[in-house]
């Protein structure tokens, strides 16, 4: 429906039909409007403004229908397997180290949970969302959510790690579980992103990158310069294991200690807020034109019932007591 057509064809039948309609209205105008025969002087607007009025109105109804078939059509058509946001989260006892945060002043895990916050505030789209905790081990918690909130809360102080056997972290093992869990997804549709200090025994080969797993984010918390000391060692986020694990999953390590993830790193799982738009877009104008037509064809028909002629139709009381309005 192209809608400047629709507007003139509108606008030529409604003009027939107010040319057929003043006809008629010659043929009663004495009974219509006294012996004067004619309305007052403004009502010969009222044609045009019928006309214009629906022209409007049918312009912008296809102008709107025109919009929302070119939405429609420019939809993606949905995909088989949505993408899936992991989040693999260290659980180690020195994950509560107090030495993280721009100011040191905040655990590790805390840390962690802000840069989690920082990251689904900016990712929207059709996720899935799962986390993966890991210490001694490696077990899922939540595995393709559609709400974040059961990732928050995952991160809020959930105590999953009391349900895996105490010990030392074995950082390479339980990366290689974790990644055991995303290989049997769909390809390219899991994006991970690792979080832990690095603290760990002797780190074990890493198993190569699934054909699942389309990025790799290794986030380290804890502060990199100065250890702090627990079971028997001085613990601090150990960048070089790191960027190993990184490296061996074909991924990128960023210090997060400090500073927020770059936005860039999240790549297409960012979602764009568009600039606010300034004055009417073509969509605008159309819902104006819309109401502006409505608005004269409801009212018009009142100012002519009130305002239209100067001649009372009067009828005779039943008494013979005179005329009344």
């Not at 559609?146 to 790690?161: A, I, K, M, S, Y």
């Not at 769909?186 to 780190?203: A, H, K, N, S, Y």
Request: positive net charge; glycine residues 8%.
């Amino acid at each position: 429906m192209n809608p400047v057509p629709a507007a003139l064809l509108v606008l030529l039948l409604a003009a027939l039909a107010e040319l057929l309609h003043a006809r008629r209205v010659q043929v009663a105008a004495r009974l219509a409007f006294g012996p004067e025969g004619a309305p007052r002087t403004w009502t010969n607007a009222a044609p045009f403004l019928r006309c214009l009025a629906l022209a409007a109105f049918a312009w912008g109804l296809a102008v709107m229908w025109q919009l929302h078939q070119a939405a429609k059509d420019g939809q993606p058509a949905e995909t088989a397997e949505p993408t899936r946001l992991i989040f693999v989260a260290d659980l180690s006892p020195s994950m509560y180290l107090k030495d993280a945060g721009p100011e040191g002043k905040v655990t590790r895990q805390q840390r962690m949970r802000e840069e989690v916050e920082a990251v689904l505030m900016r990712v929207g789209g059709d996720l899935r969302y799962g986390v993966v905790g890991f210490y001694t081990e490696a077990r899922s918690v939540v595995m393709d959510a559609r709400d974040p909130e059961l990732v928050r809360n995952v991160f809020d102080g959930l105590p999953v790690q009391y349900v895996m056997k105490p010990g030392s972290t074995d950082l390479g093992a339980a990366i290689n579980a974790a990644v055991k869990v995303v290989a049997g997804l769909p390809e390219q549709t899991v994006r991970l992103v690792i979080f832990t200090d690095g603290d760990t025994v002797p780190l074990q080969p890493i198993l190569p990158r699934p054909k699942s797993v389309r990025d790799v984010l290794v986030l380290g918390v804890g502060d990199p310069r100065k250890g702090t000391f627990i079971a028997g060692h001085q613990s601090r986020q150990d960048s070089q294991v790191l960027a190993d694990v990184a490296r061996a999953l074909r991924g990128a390590y960023y210090d997060v200690n400090e500073k927020h993830l770059p936005t860039d790193a999240l790549g297409d799982l960012v979602r764009r807020t568009p600039p606010p738009k300034t004055g009417l877009d073509l969509a605008g104008m159309a819902v104006l034109a819309m109401l502006l037509g409505a608005s004269v064809l409801a009212l018009l028909p009142v100012a002519l019932q009130y305002a239209g002629s100067g001649w009372k139709v009067v009828r005779r009381d039943v008494a013979g007591e005179g005329a009344v309005r």
